[in-house]
Nanobody, 124 residues
Framework: QVQLVESGGGLVQAGGSLRLSCAASGRTFSSYNMGWFRQAPGKERELVAAISWSPGNTYYADSVKGRFTISRDNAKNTVYLQMNSLKPEDTAVYYC?????????????????WGQGTQVTVSS
C-alpha cells in the first residue's frame, strides 16, 4: 500500500515556475515507477512526466519537454515536478501516481496508487 500526497500547486503568472512535490508513505517507494498526470476541465487526464524506479529513465509529454523536469529522492520518499516557463494551457489539477513494473508506464490504467491532486493555475 502506498499513500501519495501532492503539494506545491498554486496561482502563477505565465512564464513563471512552480515545483510540485509528492510525498509517499511506505517502505517500498523506491521500487515504484512514478508519474505526474494532469486534468484540465472538460479534458481527459494526460500523462505529463514519468520516472522509473531505477534512476535515469524518464518520459515527458511533447507539450512539456524542455520546460518540466521530473525527479525523485528515494531517501525522502518524494517525487518532484519542476515546472518552468508555465503557460495558461498548463492550468489543471496535477496528480502523482505510482505503478509497479519494470517499464515506465504511459497510461493511467497502469498506475495503482493516486494522490488527491493539487491545482495549478497559470494566468495570462
Amino acid at each position: 500500500q502506498v499513500q501519495l500526497v501532492e503539494s506545491g500547486g498554486g496561482l502563477v503568472q505565465a512564464g513563471g515556475s512552480l515545483r510540485l512535490s509528492c510525498a509517499a508513505s511506505g517502505r517500498t517507494f523506491s521500487s515504484y515507477n512514478m508519474g505526474w498526470f494532469r486534468q484540465a476541465p472538460g479534458k481527459e487526464r494526460e500523462l505529463v512526466a514519468a520516472i522509473s524506479w531505477s534512476p535515469g529513465n524518464t518520459y515527458y509529454a511533447d507539450s512539456v519537454k524542455g520546460r518540466f523536469t521530473i525527479s525523485r529522492d528515494n531517501a525522502k520518499n518524494t517525487v518532484y515536478l519542476q515546472m518552468n516557463s508555465l503557460k495558461p494551457e498548463d492550468t489543471a489539477v496535477y496528480y502523482c501516481a505510482a505503478a509497479s513494473g519494470i517499464a515506465t508506464p504511459k497510461f493511467d490504467y497502469e498506475y495503482t496508487y493516486w494522490g488527491q491532486g493539487t491545482q495549478v493555475t497559470v494566468s495570462s
